[in-house]
């Protein structure tokens, strides 16, 4: 939303006081007293939930055709950081450790021992080297995040992607040592701080949908493909195809392909009533998927990953460059029909490919 109509929301800071007591941080002057400080709430969703739904919107009509989630969409975001950010170097500011001075008197007319406050100074905390200490001290964090979400996706789109694997649960994670930090004399008489996550516990695995096409013409009522990235346990990460039968209320994955540490993925390219055209550039390769599931995917080697291709209803494989048709089948093979179309100079590539029925 704009700047003037961004919610402001009370968020605590906390901090300590002089006698190490947890105290809410407020923001103080002499004309408007003291106040908790306030944020200006500027994100509208978490970035793990982006993009957020795809929708198929009828602008004559002034309707939503479909959408990929729920009318209703719940979102529970909540984290937990530490400022200064103790378990990352110079993140936030210098991580600053509060000790506590005794003097200790002994002696006297009656012998006593006697501890006496000399107030709490300020030791900044610097990486260690590695070398003896005299005091080692655990700090566990009291970090973390958590993400829920009822409704982002449609209930026959949760029932599609959890049968083929995806919605599963990552497994939780011990606590860890993050760093460790140096505090007050050096040498031996050093102290040392060590900073420890807490462990986390098993987190859901929810996929996020990166692209969906029309299929052109729909058969008989709409239909979405879409490409659906994620992680399945045991897998890794994993693309998915998955075509969605919104009215009929029917989501199934055409193709699955582990992508594990690749940089790129797949790409969605046109999508017919039958077939899609999916492309993998750091493979080299393309595929045209049955999304009927009437055959496996047949794949095509080219270095462009056919990129210069377009799917054309029914089931054509139409070249923009050589403007010549090819054969559904690998390899690559022009074919005699259709006739080579008009030339066009210069053919444009990324247009918006279709076939028209004429009377």
């Avoid at 719940?74 to 600053?96: D, K, Y």
């Avoid at 990486?127 to 009291?142: F, M, R, V």
């Avoid at 990235?229 to 029917?250: S, Y």
């Avoid at 750091?282 to 095509?300: I, K, M, N, T």
Wanted: net charge negative.
């Amino acid at each position: 939303p704009p700047f003037s109509l961004q919610p402001r929301v009370s968020q605590p800071v906390y901090g300590y006081d002089a006698q190490g007591n947890v105290v809410v941080v407020q923001s103080c002057s002499f004309t408007a007293g003291c106040e908790p400080l306030d944020f200006r709430l500027i994100r509208s969703y978490p970035l793990e939930m982006d993009p957020l739904l795809w929708a198929v919107v009828d602008v004559t009509a002034g309707h939503v055709s479909a959408a990929t989630a729920e009318p209703a969409l719940t979102i529970a975001s909540r984290e937990v950081v530490e400022i200064p950010r103790w378990a990352t170097e110079a993140a936030g500011g210098a991580p600053v450790v509060y000790v506590h001075n005794l003097e200790r008197r002994e002696g006297g007319p009656r012998p006593s021992v006697k501890d006496v406050s000399k107030g709490w100074t300020e030791a900044p905390g610097r990486p260690w080297d590695g070398q003896p200490t005299a005091s080692s001290t655990e700090l566990t964090l009291a970090v973390g995040r958590s993400l829920a979400a009822s409704g982002w996706y449609r209930r026959d789109l949760d029932a599609g992607l959890g049968g083929a694997g995806f919605l599963g649960l990552a497994p939780g994670q011990s606590g860890r040592i993050a760093n460790r930090l140096a505090f007050g004399d050096f040498g031996p008489g050093q102290q040392v701080l060590v900073i420890q996550l807490p462990p986390t516990p098993p987190a859901p695995l929810t996929p996020t949908i990166g692209r969906a096409v029309r299929a052109r013409p729909a058969p008989g009522a709409e239909r979405l493909v879409l490409l659906v990235d994620g992680e399945i346990v045991g897998q890794g990460g994993v693309n998915a195809i998955v075509v969605w039968d919104a009215v009929a209320g029917r989501a199934r994955v055409a193709l699955l392909q582990p992508v594990g540490g690749a940089e790129t993925g797949l790409d969605l390219g046109d999508a017919t009533a039958s077939l899609a055209l999916v492309r993998w550039s750091e493979l080299g390769a393309g595929y045209v998927v049955s999304l009927d599931g009437a055959a496996p995917a047949r794949v095509f080697d080219d270095p462009a990953a056919l990129s210069r291709f377009r799917l054309l209803d029914p089931q054509y494989l139409y070249n923009v460059d050589a403007q010549r048709f090819y054969r559904l089948d690998p390899p690559l093979q022009t074919t005699p029909l259709p006739a080579r179309l008009t030339t066009l100079n210069p053919n444009p590539a990324f247009g918006d490919y279709h076939v028209i029925r004429l009377p």
